[in-house]
């Protein structure tokens, strides 16, 4: 609870939050002019498309491409600016190692998670208000879906800002160096996404941009259901389930990674 606070107390964090949100926003300005051209006198008989509005934008590829350098930014160099400045043995004498280190796994991770899980739940509710005359109230069986396109793509956006924050964090504490944590993410989210699709094209799940995006593990997840349960549910999108199982797995190694590094660093000293 202590450690939610201090995020919201930090101004960096509202400064990424900022960046961010504009940034996801602005990624899908064409697709909204767009559509409220198509839309435009026809109010209240399109389809819900402040949905699709508000997945475009924080798929968009210029707009994610804003989550590592705006993820970290909050509190990815904290760990090594303590360790750097021995505050961390005080720490330690106080709380003891293993506590310590866990704590800072979620200071460093958890303004990352909220500051991109803040920025789609805002930059949903400006879809909403835009585009929502131009669809009609939604009936109770569609209900369900909205909400859970919703929860899934928050939780989405919270992974990955938690990933890319700990990816920063562990960079910077392994490299001795608390700048690292901002440049290391968006360069390795630059160089993988550029060299999947020049080189493996095919190969879609090696791009850090389609981590967060379930439209490329759609059929490959639809398919994994087909096999394990005899049967999948044509509303339910399990393209989500491999987003969020993606994620989780890379977010476990990446604190894993984290700790040790730490951990590493405290026996240094």
Known sequence: MREIKNVFANVLFWTGLAVLTAAF??????????????????????????????????TAKNGMMFVPICAPLAAGACAEMELRSRYALFSCCRIGKRSYCR????????????????SELLVLLLAFVRFYRFSPPPDGSEIGGIIGVILFSLGEGFLNGMLWAGAGGTAAVL?????????????TFYVL??????????????SPKCWADP???????SKAALLIFGGCSENFDFGH?????????????????????????????
């Open 25 to 58: 926003y602005l990624s899908g300005r064409e697709y909204m002019g767009q559509l409220a051209v198509l839309f435009d006198g026809q109010e209240g008989e399109g389809p819900a498309i402040w949905i699709e509005v508000f997945q475009y934008c924080i």
């Open 103 to 118: 704590k800072k796994i979620w200071e460093c991770v958890l303004p990352g998670g909220l500051m991109v899980f803040c």
């Open 241 to 269: 389930v491999f987003c969020i199982g993606i994620l989780s797995g890379m977010c476990a190694v990446c604190f894993r990674c984290f700790l040790g590094a730490v951990k590493r660093r405290l026996d240094l000293m």
């Open 215 to 221: 439209v490329y593990f759609r059929e490959a997840a």
């Open 193 to 206: 996404t550029v060299f999947q699709e020049r080189y493996y094209r095919s190969l879609f799940f090696l």
């Open 175 to 187: 490299a001795r160096n608390p700048y690292i944590a901002y440049a290391l993410p968006f360069v």
